[in-house]
């Protein structure tokens, strides 16, 4: 399938056929009730694409979501049902002119009736839910993963229960009934099959389009990242809880535009349709179709709902005549259409066992490559050439002064000190190293300096102005960028997508700029994914040829060199690298040494934390020892080389021996 669409060409001719095919089908096949399975395998489809937002993008379990249809539901059809009919005064008057309601002569009196058009309530219900979405989103996106799952499966059943238990307006148990059909140009669907066949078909392509248009933009790209790592994602410039909620709230607006046109089309409402099955079955779908995957989740959505509609009862039948055949009673009782839920839960296993990406996986698999396609491009060894990697990477002067001052910074775990009051200047233009036994706080000093922890006390200037306390996103957006001691990239993401997410912070698009995506847009998207070529192409024929490749299929050095990579795409001032060569050999340090001296002649201010001292002599102006939080010595590499402390707490009598001799 993969190879068939790999041309243009042949993915378009596919595409014009599967359209024509689906157009052509109510014709071809004569059957109301087929067709009105095809209606609903719709708007399972657009709710899947809805939760594959939430959970397929960003990662974010939701286990209530049918809440969210449940909710654009009952907008519709409180608006259009006769449940709510309060008295008929003169204020309703210029509503009836725009034909939002109508006025009906009942015993008592004249009432209102809401007569909201079906196409107008489509946006409405889907930006209600929207609102929904942030409202409830707020308090809980906090939650990380088990969490959140339970919270949002609370929420899923109390909107059904609010439903039953406010009777005045949603009509309670027995549900709302009579909710009107919509009508196009006078003509009235009503219980008709295929006009509900074709707005079904409309909004599915709508929604894969807006679907796929957010996946390929900056949005997509930072819902992603904070799947993959969260608390990478927002030291890389995303903005989480913002982000986070922007997909729950799209993901609710597809489930609360589903809902208009679910309630449209079956014309009542009851609470029992909007359950936690709902929000399991279209989890399933996403799932079987393909976590992530536009097209997945609605081949999934069609499948599973035809498989529940024509299969099932289908497969009855012939249990059913096997059984008379054979005479067995047993058979004969079988009824699977009543059993969807142990169906979906051997599916659910079966995919886990054998296919766990989907039936359309997300990712593309990275295929090894050959000697030739290593060799794309040159081999680029020491340090960058000056020239064009001052024109890609585009730092600005260093300045004067100091660029990063710590003062007198604490930081406690519990009852264990890991920075005690720790001073630490880093001139603007410097590179500053940052030594010490392991479990000393160095690796502390870096996340309270990103913002990734919190400090009990001290103050953290960066170019002038204090950064403790901002969150990491914000801090990154000033210009400090990181890597990680343990790398932390985004592993199931392409090399290019990496760097690109590095560029989060330096770009504008929002999510209706990447819906629409405009001349600004394309023009920004395509700067951005020459920098990042660029700033790969940085590292010759270590990254460049790898740029479409899964980084979790990288060389350990090399996914040093992509963390590294990606951040530099962040325009950073100054640069923490967190042990940038452990874990390399001896030829690869080198390299990276020189690539970071070069990085430092370029106007990068650099701060290091290295245990291979030759590495540090060669580069550091100025190098600070911790020791149990405490900072112990300052001074040029030479001094503290000498300093009897440092030697006494760090390296040891042998390794000071060693270097006296050398
Ligand atoms: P280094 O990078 O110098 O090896 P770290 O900064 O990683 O040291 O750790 C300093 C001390 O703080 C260690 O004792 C470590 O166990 C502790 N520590 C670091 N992070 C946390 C955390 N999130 N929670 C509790 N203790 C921590
Ligand atoms: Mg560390």
């Known amino acids: 399938m993969k190879g068939l669409f790999a041309r243009p060409a042949a993915r378009r001719a596919g595409l014009a056929l599967l359209i024509l095919g689906l157009l052509a089908f109510p014709y071809a096949e004569g059957n109301d009730a087929d067709i009105d399975s095809m209606a609903n395998a719709a708007c399972y489809a657009a709710l899947a694409l809805g939760l594959n937002i939430v959970v397929g993008f960003a990662g974010l379990l ?5 809440a969210f249809f449940a909710i654009g539901a009952y907008f519709y059809g409180v608006f259009t049902a006769f449940q709510v009919m309060p008295h008929w005064s003169s204020f309703w008057q210029p509503f009836a002119m725009l034909h939002l309601v109508e006025k009906l002569n009942q015993g008592s009196g004249d009432v209102v009736h809401f007569t909201l058009s079906f196409w107008l309530a489509l946006p409405l219900a889907a930006l209600v839910a929207a609102g929904c979405g942030v409202l409830f989103g707020a308090p809980t996106l906090r939650l990380r993963g088990d969490y959140l799952a339970i919270v949002t499966l609370g929420f899923g059943e109390i909107v059904p229960i609010v439903a039953r238990n406010t009777p005045s307006v949603t009509n309670g148990a027995a549900g709302l009934n009579g909710v009107q059909a919509p009508s196009l140009f006078g003509y009235n669907f009503n219980v008709q099959a295929i006009p509900y066949y074709y707005v079904g078909l409309a909004l599915v392509a709508l929604l894969m389009f807006v679907s796929i248009r957010l996946r390929d933009s900056r949005i997509g790209r930072a819902w992603m990242a904070i799947r993959e790592d969260e608390t990478a994602a927002s030291a890389m410039g995303v903005d989480r809880t913002r982000l986070k909620l922007l997909a729950f709230a799209i993901g609710a ?8 046109f679910y309630i449209a089309k079956l014309q009542t409402a009851t609470p029992d349709m909007f359950g936690f099955p709902v929000s399991v079955m279209i989890l399933v779908m996403v799932v079987l179709g393909g976590m992530g995957s536009v097209w997945g989740v609605v081949v999934g959505a069609v499948l599973l709902t035809l498989l529940q509609s024509w299969f099932l009862p289908d497969l009855t039948d012939w249990t059913h005549a096997l059984g008379e055949q054979i ?15 142990l169906i979906f839960g051997v599916l659910l296993v079966l995919m886990m ?18 000697f030739e396609q290593q060799n794309v491009a040159g081999v680029q060894r020491g340090g960058f050439a000056s020239t064009e990697a001052a024109e890609v990477l585009g730092f600005a002067a260093p300045g004067v002064g100091n660029l990063l001052e710590v003062r007198g910074v604490t930081v406690r775990f519990g009852g264990l000190t890991a920075l005690n009051k720790v001073d630490l200047v880093v001139p603007a233009g410097g590179v500053v190293a940052v030594i010490g036994p392991n479990g000393s706080g160095k690796s502390t000093l870096f996340n309270v300096i990103t913002g990734l922890v919190a ?5 953290i200037r960066f170019n002038g102005a ?7 996103h914000t801090i990154l957006a000033r210009g400090l960028a990181r890597t990680f001691q343990n790398i932390r990239l985004f592993a199931n993401l392409p090399v290019l997508d990496n760097i690109l997410i ?4 330096r770009l504008r698009t929002g999510p209706i700029g990447a819906v629409l995506r405009g001349p600004g847009t394309r023009g920004e998207e395509r700067a951005a994914l020459l920098r990042a070529r660029g700033i790969a192409g940085l590292f010759g024929n270590r990254l460049t040829p790898r740029l479409q490749q899964t980084v979790s299929h990288l060389s350990y050095a090399n996914r040093r060199r992509v963390e590294i990579a990606r951040a530099l795409a962040s325009r950073p001032r100054l640069l923490l690298l967190d042990e940038p060569t452990a874990g390399m050999n001896p030829a690869e340090t080198l390299e990276l040494a020189e690539q970071i001296r070069s990085l430092h002649k370029l106007g990068l201010t650099v701060l290091l934390i290295e245990h291979k001292l030759d590495v540090v002599t060669q580069l550091a102006d100025t190098v600070v020892v911790l020791d149990h939080g405490d900072k112990l010595a300052e001074g040029r590499p030479d001094e503290v080389r000498r300093n009897e402390e440092v030697l006494r707490a760090y390296l040891g009598r042998a390794a000071r021996e060693a270097l006296d001799a050398a």
């Open 353 to 370: 066992l054998f296919r766990r990406d989907g039936l359309i996986p997300a990712a593309r698999g990275s295929a090894a490559l050959s």
């Open 62 to 66: 939701d286990l209530g979501y049918a």
């Open 502 to 505: 590095g560029q989060h912070a």
């Open 253 to 260: 607006a597809f489930a609360g535009a589903s809902g208009v």
């Open 466 to 472: 204090e950064i403790l306390g901002l969150p990491p």
């Open 327 to 341: 005479g067995s009673q047993w058979l004969q009782q079988i009824d699977f259409a009543r059993s969807t839920e």
């Open 455 to 459: 400090a009990e006390s001290g103050s």
